[in-house]
């Protein structure tokens, strides 16, 4: 068959001398198989097991050593844990888990491992090509001082009147963090964009907006930045701080291929009604690829979220639709200055959308709200059905009447999401509806809105130990409140909080149960 | 046209709530808006300074020949003691409904409550409680077409505060939609969202 390609991770020590007496004997290797020999399986991370579907692969197994056979102790256990988790990321990416595979064998096991080599091989070529379309390669340009003195203009940035106040709101100044947006901005103005310390400073940036809010020049740093990132991103291929090694990035990326058929949607409940015909489409986002992907950490459940949001619309006699092959908005492309994928990506959505004849959408994560009601019409496409977040269809019910909470004897404080707090249209909304819950008290104090402390960390991009000491002073001050219920309502600020909780040695003095609104809303309503 | 059947309301309340302007919005919506034939009997005198106010609505699609209500087919109540004066002439299968804060219920009769002088109250006029009775009355009894009530609202009320009426209008009448949806899922077994 033409151009399987397969990739196989082979072990240094075990499985590699098997594979080396296989060479010896002259015995018949795949010819699809492309050998990639490493240390131990165990560095293999789930980022780079899915890089190799990403860059084109067919199939990639990871052949390592025994258990216990393992020079390094851990590795066939990590092994383990990777493969399951990233075949169960390919399955709902619609690839299919068989196209991953795990392999362990002692040094003298020669035949074994030709005999797997040749079946995965077979395997793979019966499931044909991978639908996924590697990303075209692009030529790097140089930076021109127009295109950045373009940009600085565009945002006012050089009317900078030094005064300091953004550094002040700054979430990363205030961790402790050597960070200024007015430094930053001086020495862009300066020239020395091209200084690693810079491009460093660009990647930290949280693009929280919360120096936005308080710039009396009125410099929209997010907007600023997020420009920045995109002209960086095709300049050179340097370092883009990346978390979790560029998975999540490589995840959307992949998903701009046309003909990927991803599965999202394979476990949803079976009390949740949908109604395939209808005009409404509920767009649910990435939490299903969330909790494969921290399913040994955090106890994240984002699904949750999905299925309560289906539920509170079924509540209220709302039975919309979902999309068969659901995408993401591509929020983190777009963020980490990948324009060209998040374009490929909001396009394929809203043909989709389009293509059934959907009025209104209705999303409960606030990236995918922002994204598809005011970055896809910013960057050019063509939004012409009605972008709702479910907290306006959940006001706007729960304030006809005739529905009550049921008391909740404890007291909440909630954690403000900057994709909410950037939409003008919901960001009063979480307040109102924190305000119709019947807890037993709610720590109103920590509502900040325009200066409340961030999650630490964005689009999946510079995460560092200053991101960790931010949620670690977060929970200490939702702690601080006396209240043991977190409210959040972004699943991203759930992962981020949770991670901070599983620190060895802060970890019981911060951990604290956390809930999203949508779920809490879900568990307390009810018609009176 | 189908014949509707003949509906005998009393609404009821303190003096100074809008008891009989209510009423007159209703016969005004059935006859105006509805084509159809209605009276309005008020109470009148001290009642209308203080103490339980009263008035009584026919709406028939023939002619109406006597306008006085002894056992009426709805019975709106937003004060206790026009609750109790009342509560025993309505029909056995005539529907109750009352302003949830001011009448408290010893026994429980099946009734269909609203907050209405808090939901007016938080609208900013206490005063607006009766027209938001109004709407809750007609999603729960489909008395009147609602937009025959709109029309008679807009005409009744003082100038400048149609759209604040209208508005309670329609907070009354979401209300009460939501409160036979409520019921139809309770019936079903549903009343939560996870059970």
């Given at each position: 068959?033409?151009?399987?390609?397969?990739?196989?991770?082979?072990?240094?020590?075990?499985?590699?001398?098997?594979?080396?007496?296989?060479?010896?004997?002259?015995?018949?290797?795949?010819?699809?198989?492309?050998?990639?020999?490493?240390?131990?399986?165990?560095?293999?991370?789930?980022?780079?097991?899915?890089?190799?579907?990403?860059?084109?692969?067919?199939?990639?197994?990871?052949?390592?050593?025994?258990?216990?056979?393992?020079?390094?102790?851990?590795?066939?256990?990590?092994?383990?844990?990777?493969?399951?988790?990233?075949?169960?990321?390919?399955?709902?990416?619609?690839?299919?888990?068989?196209?991953?595979?795990?392999?362990?064998?002692?040094?003298?096991?020669?035949?074994?491992?030709?005999?797997?080599l040749t079946s995965f091989s077979l395997d793979i070529k019966q499931m044909g090509p991978s639908p996924i379309l590697p990303d075209a390669p692009f030529k790097?340009?140089?930076?021109?001082?127009?295109?950045?003195?373009?940009?600085?203009?565009?945002?006012?940035?050089?009317?900078?009147?030094?005064?300091?106040?953004?550094?002040?709101?700054?979430?990363?100044?205030?961790?402790?963090?050597?960070?200024?947006?007015?430094?930053?901005?001086?020495?862009?103005?300066?020239?020395?964009?091209?200084?690693?310390?810079?491009?460093?400073?660009?990647?930290?940036?949280?693009?929280?907006?919360?120096?936005?809010?308080?710039?009396?020049?009125?410099?929209?740093?997010?907007?600023?930045?997020?420009?920045?990132?995109?002209?960086?991103?095709?300049?050179?291929?340097?370092?883009?701080?990346?978390?979790?090694?560029?998975?999540?990035?490589?995840?959307?990326?992949?998903?701009?291929?046309?003909?990927?058929?991803?599965?999202?949607?394979?476990?949803?409940?079976?009390?949740?009604?949908?109604?395939?015909?209808?005009?409404?489409?509920?767009?649910?986002?990435?939490?299903?690829?969330?909790?494969?992907?921290?399913?040994?950490?955090?106890?994240?459940?984002?699904?949750?979220?999905?299925?309560?949001?289906?539920?509170?619309?079924?509540?209220?006699?709302?039975?919309?639709?979902?999309?068969?092959?659901?995408?993401?908005?591509?929020?983190?492309?777009?963020?980490?200055?990948?324009?060209?994928?998040?374009?490929?990506?909001?396009?394929?959505?809203?043909?989709?959308?389009?293509?059934?004849?959907?009025?209104?959408?209705?999303?409960?994560?606030?990236?995918?709200?922002?994204?598809?009601?005011?970055?896809?019409?910013?960057?050019?496409?063509?939004?012409?059905?009605?972008?709702?977040?479910?907290?306006?269809?959940?006001?706007?019910?729960?304030?006809?009447?005739?529905?009550?909470?049921?008391?909740?004897?404890?007291?909440?404080?909630?954690?403000?999401?900057?994709?909410?707090?950037?939409?003008?249209?919901?960001?009063?909304?979480?307040?109102?509806?924190?305000?119709?819950?019947?807890?037993?008290?709610?720590?109103?104090?920590?509502?900040?809105?325009?200066?409340?402390?961030?999650?630490?960390?964005?689009?999946?991009?510079?995460?560092?130990?200053?991101?960790?000491?931010?949620?670690?002073?977060?929970?200490?001050?939702?702690?601080?409140?006396?209240?043991?219920?977190?409210?959040?309502?972004?699943?991203?600020?759930?992962?981020?909080?949770?991670?901070?909780?599983?620190?060895?040695?802060?970890?019981?003095?911060?951990?604290?149960?956390?809930?999203?609104?949508?779920?809490?809303?879900?568990?307390?309503?009810?018609?009176? | 046209?189908?014949?509707?059947?003949?509906?005998?309301?009393?609404?009821?309340?303190?003096?100074?709530?809008?008891?009989?302007?209510?009423?007159?919005?209703?016969?005004?919506?059935?006859?105006?808006?509805?084509?159809?034939?209605?009276?309005?009997?008020?109470?009148?005198?001290?009642?209308?300074?203080?103490?339980?106010?009263?008035?009584?609505?026919?709406?028939?699609?023939?002619?109406?020949?006597?306008?006085?209500?002894?056992?009426?087919?709805?019975?709106?109540?937003?004060?206790?003691?026009?609750?109790?004066?009342?509560?025993?002439?309505?029909?056995?299968?005539?529907?109750?409904?009352?302003?949830?804060?001011?009448?408290?219920?010893?026994?429980?009769?099946?009734?269909?409550?609203?907050?209405?002088?808090?939901?007016?109250?938080?609208?900013?006029?206490?005063?607006?409680?009766?027209?938001?009775?109004?709407?809750?009355?007609?999603?729960?009894?489909?008395?009147?077409?609602?937009?025959?009530?709109?029309?008679?609202?807009?005409?009744?009320?003082?100038?400048?505060?149609?759209?604040?009426?209208?508005?309670?209008?329609?907070?009354?009448?979401?209300?009460?939609?939501?409160?036979?949806?409520?019921?139809?899922?309770?019936?079903?077994?549903?009343?939560?969202?996870?059970?």
């Amino acid at each position: 068959m033409d151009n399987i390609k397969i990739i196989v991770f082979l072990c240094n020590w075990g499985p590699h001398a098997a594979f080396q007496t296989m060479q010896e004997n002259h015995d018949q290797i795949p010819p699809e198989v492309k050998m990639v020999r490493i240390p131990c399986i165990g560095r293999i991370s789930k980022a780079l097991l899915f890089k190799a579907f990403e860059m084109g692969a067919d199939g990639v197994a990871l052949v390592g050593c025994q258990s216990g056979g393992c020079r390094y102790g851990s590795g066939t256990v990590n092994g383990e844990i990777n493969t399951a988790d990233t075949r169960e990321i390919i399955e709902l990416l619609g690839l299919g888990k068989e196209r991953m595979r795990l392999a362990t064998f002692l040094p003298d096991q020669v035949e074994k491992l030709h005999n797997f080599l040749t079946s995965f091989s077979l395997d793979i070529k019966q499931m044909g090509p991978s639908p996924i379309l590697p990303d075209a390669p692009f030529k790097a340009h140089s930076l021109s001082f127009e295109k950045i003195s373009g940009i600085l203009t565009k945002y006012n940035a050089y009317g900078c009147q030094d005064c300091g106040k953004c550094t002040s709101a700054c979430p990363l100044a205030l961790s402790g963090k050597t960070y200024s947006p007015r430094l930053l901005v001086n020495a862009i103005i300066g020239g020395e964009l091209e200084s690693e310390a810079v491009k460093q400073d660009i990647w930290s940036c949280l693009t929280c907006g919360l120096c936005y809010q308080i710039c009396p020049s009125d410099v929209n740093f997010p907007a600023f930045i997020g420009d920045l990132r995109a002209e960086i991103f095709y300049a050179d291929n340097s370092e883009r701080h990346q978390a979790h090694g560029g998975f999540f990035q490589s995840l959307m990326r992949s998903m701009t291929t046309p003909a990927l058929k991803p599965q999202t949607y394979q476990s949803i409940p079976e009390d949740v009604e949908i109604d395939q015909k209808s005009d409404t489409l509920f767009f649910g986002g990435c939490g299903p690829y969330f909790d494969v992907f921290f399913q040994n950490h955090y106890r994240v459940n984002s699904s949750s979220i999905i299925h309560d949001g289906l539920r509170l619309l079924n509540f209220f006699d709302i039975k919309p639709g979902i999309m068969e092959h659901e995408r993401c908005c591509g929020h983190d492309l777009l963020w980490t200055g990948d324009h060209r994928n998040f374009l490929k990506l909001a396009r394929l959505n809203v043909e989709a959308v389009k293509r059934r004849g959907i009025k209104e959408l209705i999303t409960a994560c606030p990236e995918c709200y922002r994204t598809i009601a005011y970055d896809y019409p910013k960057y050019g496409i063509d939004v012409d059905f009605k972008v709702t977040h479910l907290y306006e269809i959940l006001e706007n019910e729960i304030d006809k009447g005739a529905v009550a909470f049921k008391t909740l004897d404890q007291k909440i404080t909630y954690q403000d999401a900057c994709r909410l707090n950037s939409s003008p249209e919901i960001k009063d909304l979480p307040g109102k509806l924190l305000s119709r819950i019947k807890a037993r008290d709610f720590a109103e104090e920590n509502i900040h809105q325009q200066t409340s402390v961030c999650c630490g960390n964005c689009a999946w991009t510079g995460c560092d130990a200053f991101s960790k000491a931010l949620q670690v002073k977060k929970l200490r001050q939702a702690r601080g409140t006396g209240s043991r219920l977190l409210i959040t309502s972004c699943p991203k600020c759930q992962v981020h909080l949770r991670c901070a909780m599983e620190d060895p040695l802060l970890g019981p003095e911060l951990i604290m149960e956390i809930t999203d609104l949508t779920n809490l809303i879900a568990k307390t309503i009810y018609w009176e | 046209m189908v014949k509707q059947q003949r509906k005998e309301v009393i609404i009821t309340g303190f003096g100074g709530q809008g008891i009989v302007l209510a009423g007159k919005i209703l016969g005004m919506a059935a006859v105006l808006g509805d084509k159809r034939q209605s009276t309005l009997v008020q109470s009148y005198g001290p009642e209308s300074r203080g103490g339980a106010c009263c008035a009584q609505v026919i709406i028939s699609d023939d002619t109406i020949q006597y306008p006085y209500i002894t056992c009426p087919d709805i019975l709106v109540c937003m004060s206790q003691s026009a609750f109790e004066k009342y509560q025993a002439q309505l029909k056995p299968e005539g529907v109750l409904l009352t302003d949830r804060d001011l009448v408290i219920m010893d026994e429980q009769k099946d009734h269909f409550s609203i907050p209405a002088t808090r939901i007016a109250e938080d609208l900013g006029r206490k005063m607006m409680a009766n027209i938001i009775m109004i709407g809750f009355t007609i999603a729960i009894t489909g008395l009147i077409s609602s937009s025959a009530v709109r029309e008679s609202i807009k005409s009744s009320v003082p100038p400048g505060t149609d759209k604040l009426n209208l508005k309670a209008f329609s907070k009354g009448f979401d209300y009460g939609m939501a409160k036979l949806k409520g019921l139809r899922k309770k019936a079903s077994g549903r009343s939560g969202v996870l059970i």
